[in-house]
């Protein structure tokens, strides 16, 4: 079945500095990828769309400079946490959606970031 | 504002047994819903997609659709001590929206 491969699973970084956050899909080509963020006891909340050699589309309330995400080929898009603080210690999330169609989300594994 | 309504929980449920979830949504233009189940510090599983009116078996798990009340429900038959997971409802169009997610407990 389709897999998304998200590196790193885990990453501690001090205050002021940035993340990048990887997601391959290993066996398809993905059109379109899903960045979620998601709060302790809360659910996902999408960050933004990212399709393929585009802009990416972000959600209302989310800072597009501050969260900087590339989608440069088919089976990479990329989120990059700039200048990082403690509130955005989050579990953070892709998903991608399949390019032949039909409705699949596959997700990563996630990531903990935890800013200190 | 697209929303994807559930019941918090948390929803106990003596093992064996059948536990029953509920999810609301609003946008009619939702094409697609989706169960999954997310364990503490892992990312969503799928358990069930659904996409006409009615019901959809796989066995232990049934999800039943109706569109006219917007409304989406998931079925767990013999309930294990393994279900107990939060569950999260979610409504496509074009993009995921999750409800907030069921707490369920299954009791040994």
């Known amino acids: 079945g389709a897999v998304v491969s998200q590196h790193p699973s885990r990453v501690i970084c001090k205050s002021g500095t940035s993340v990048k956050i990887e997601c391959r899909s290993l066996d398809f080509q993905a059109t379109t990828m899903f960045w979620y963020r998601q709060f302790p006891k809360k659910s996902l909340m999408l960050m933004a769309t990212s399709n393929e050699g585009s802009k990416a589309t972000y959600e209302q309330g989310v800072e597009k400079d501050k969260f900087l995400i590339n989608h440069a080929s088919l089976t990479l898009s990329t989120l990059t946490v700039t200048s990082a603080h403690p509130e955005d210690s989050s579990f953070y999330i892709c998903s991608a959606r399949d390019r032949t169609g039909g409705y699949g989300y596959t997700f990563g594994s996630g990531t903990r970031l935890t800013v200190v | 504002q697209k929303e994807v309504e559930q019941n918090s929980g948390p929803l106990s449920v003596p093992e064996g047994a059948i536990a029953s979830l509920n999810c609301t949504y609003s946008d009619r233009g939702s094409q697609s819903f989706f169960w999954y189940r997310q364990y503490s510090g892992k990312s969503p599983e799928l358990i069930m997609s659904?996409?006409?009116?009615g019901d959809k078996e796989d066995g232990r798990f049934t999800a039943q659709l109706n569109k006219a009340s917007q409304y989406v429900s998931l079925l767990i038959r013999d309930s294990q001590p393994s279900d107990s997971a939060t569950y999260l409802c979610a409504a496509s169009n074009e993009k995921l929206t999750f409800g907030t997610g069921t707490r369920l407990t299954i009791i040994p």
């Open positions: 659904i996409y006409s009116n």
